[in-house]
């Protein structure tokens, strides 16, 4: 028997299995919008994440709200495309400079300290508080300060208040000093028991002490030839009341 031309209708009650449909286009706006969030966001992983979630819940929806069934080999295609344009993004991404990756991190830029720098001219002064302390110093502050009855400029007043301050702090001489000097003595605004004890130590040795109070003042004139590390340090007497009231007046190096 010839079938030539002969088709079979579908059984009755039955409709025709609708075609499986993804648009193309949605695996074009997955490329596009993965890498265009990946180079703004520097490649992120949270930015990776957000935008491939995003597009492929975007075309999802796409795709069911059509009416069409879900292709699952057609989607996995999508995840595939969307983590390549996410890889190509990283790639693309603008390095940090080394500053800003470090601000990013919260860690400091290194620094490179140097101790061979020249000495100053011949008779050129050198004020102390323009030299990096390299230890101590809270609560340490260059202002202007009234010693005895005498208002100074350029003075170094340090906290005698230990419990939240330094008692000292240290610079770096670098062998490039001959002589440190300055006056040391108590502001005017300190307690009537104010009593402070001055030291000056040179590569870790005590060379000038001095006990002062209120209204007292005394010179300091200390050698400093093959000196490393100056330190200047402050401490309470006695029952003395804490204050930011020690006072290293015009502290300079020659």
């Known amino acids: 028997m010839r079938t030539d031309g002969i088709t079979t209708a579908p059984a009755e009650g039955t409709s025709p299995r609708p075609a499986r449909l993804l648009p193309q286009g949605v695996g074009v706006i997955a490329d596009v919008a993965a890498v265009a969030a990946l180079l703004a966001g520097g490649g992120r992983p949270i930015v990776l994440a957000a935008s491939a979630g995003a597009v492929l819940t975007g075309g999802y929806l796409l795709v069911r709200r059509l009416g069409q069934p879900v292709d699952r080999t057609a989607l996995v295609g999508l995840a595939v495309a969307v983590a390549g344009a ?135 004139d200390v050698p400093l030839t093959g000196g490393l590390r100056l330190m200047l340090k402050v401490e309470s007497v006695g029952l003395t009341s804490c204050d930011d009231a020690a006072v290293w007046v015009e502290p300079a190096l020659r």
Do not use: K, M
């Open 86 to 220: 996410a890889i190509f993004g990283y790639a693309l991404r603008t390095a940090p400079a080394p500053d800003a990756a470090a601000r990013e991190s919260g860690a400091a830029a290194p620094t490179t300290a140097t101790t061979s720098a020249a000495p100053p001219p011949d008779g050129a002064t050198t004020w102390l508080f323009d030299l990096p302390p390299v230890e101590g110093g809270q609560g340490w502050r260059h202002r202007a300060a009234t010693v005895n009855g005498q208002r100074y400029e350029h003075s170094l007043v340090a906290s005698t208040c230990s419990a939240t301050n330094d008692p000292a702090e240290s610079f770096n001489l670098g062998r490039r000093y001959t002589r440190f000097h300055a006056t040391v003595g108590v502001a005017d605004t300190a307690p009537d028991d104010y009593r402070t004890r001055f030291t000056v130590l040179v590569d870790g040795e005590a060379v000038v002490r001095r006990e002062l109070g209120l209204g007292d003042t005394a010179a300091v």
